[in-house]
């Protein structure tokens, strides 16, 4: 599923262990299933998701604001991974 955000075992130190708390489960699940795929592109690449898909993807599974706010963190997460990856493919040449 990693794959889906362009991310490899390979990323993680400790690829063996990725642990999602509890109350954080649906929220990842949701993003994993429908979000992957709804972001905006720029020029240097993912600028965040959009949120016009992630609110009618919400609505069609009748998640909660608690919901979209536990994505938008997810979102934040994989944007900074993105970049930090993005700065040390820079870095490598």
Known sequence: MLSA???KPEDYQDHDVLAVWPENSDAVEFFLEYCTT???IGMAGATGLDYTAVI???QFVQANKEMFEQVRC???GALN???QKRRDEQSRH
Do not use: H, K, T, V
Request: aromatic share 6%.
């Open 74 to 76: 997810i979102e934040r």
């Open 56 to 58: 009618a993807a919400l």
């Open 81 to 83: 991974a993105m970049a």
């Open 38 to 40: 709804q972001w905006r």
């Open 5 to 7: 955000l362009g991310i």
